[in-house]
């Protein structure tokens, strides 16, 4: 089984960093993409920010494309989602998701399996 639980959030500047954290248990069977960040606005659908992958570069929406970084650490069961030049139309519910069988399909919610509860980024 998988779970999953973020970290990191709060309240920033405009211009300002936050790094948010995904603590996971359980694995992906397979290399592709197995784990990615998505973020809520309050009325939103979700939107695919970033997701990681084993055997290609990570995948980034281009509304965070340069700004933001996905990385993990195998050892420590650790997903992080580097945030820089943090802007107000970040402001949003931030989640880790994590798939049984990693798809092609990052951008999309249903390829996911488990979500963590989120964390709140506001930015000001």
């Known amino acids: 089984h998988v779970q999953l639980v973020e970290s990191g959030g709060g309240s920033v500047q405009a211009g300002g960093s936050l790094r948010l954290s995904c603590q996971y248990s359980g694995t992906c069977v397979n290399s592709r993409y197995c784990m990615g960040w998505f973020r809520q606005a309050s009325g939103k659908e979700p939107e695919a920010l970033a997701s990681?992958?084993?055997?290609?570069?990570?995948r980034y929406a281009a509304s965070v494309q340069g700004r933001f970084t996905i990385s993990r650490s195998y050892d420590t069961r650790t997903l992080w989602l580097q945030m820089n030049s943090l802007r107000p139309e970040d402001t949003a519910m931030y989640y880790c998701?994590?798939?049984?069988?990693?798809?092609?399909?990052?951008?999309?919610?249903?390829?996911?399996?488990?979500w963590g509860q989120g964390t709140q980024v506001t930015v000001s």
């Open positions: 998701a994590a798939a049984i069988y990693g798809r092609d399909r990052w951008w999309s919610a249903n390829a996911y399996d488990y």
């Open positions: 990681i992958s084993d055997v290609t570069a990570p």
